[in-house]
C-alpha cells in the first residue's frame, strides 16, 4: 500500500460516485452502501439508513475504493468528519433525483459531511509477484 496525498485522495474520491457509509449505533459498527457527490469541498451522501440513527452533527466515516482483481491493485480512500441530515425539503428533492439510492420513505437519508480528515492508499502489487 502506498500512501497518497490528501490532494489525491480527495480526486479519487470526487471521481466515484458509490461507497460506503460507516457509523456506530448501539456500540455496534454499521456499514451501509450508499451513494455521494462532492460539491464545494462537502460531501454529500445518500445512504439507506434512518435519519434518527444519526444524530445531529455526528462524526461519520465514508469510504470508497476501487480494487482490480485477480491484480490486487487500485486504490482505497476514506474521509471523517462531522455530518449533518439535509433537512431542507428543496435540496434534498435535489440530492434524490440527482444521485441514485436503495430505499425510500424512512431509510432512505440524505447527509451532509464535511471532511476533517482524508486519507488515501494505492494498491499495488510487489514487482517479485508481478512476474508470477
Known sequence: MIEVSGTEALWLLEGSAQGR?????????????????MEYGRLVVRAPVQAATIPGRALLTYHVDEVRTPAGTGWTV????????????????????????????????????????VSGFRLARAVSEAGR
Open 21 to 37: 457509509l460507516i457509523y456506530v449505533q448501539r456500540e455496534v459498527v454499521v456499514v451501509r452502501p450508499a451513494a455521494h457527490v
Open 78 to 117: 476514506s474521509a471523517h468528519g462531522p455530518a449533518d441530515v439535509i433537512a431542507d425539503p428543496d435540496e434534498a428533492a435535489h440530492y434524490r433525483r440527482t444521485l441514485p439510492g436503495w430505499s425510500h420513505g424512512p431509510h432512505d437519508t440524505l447527509l451532509r459531511l464535511r471532511p476533517q480528515s
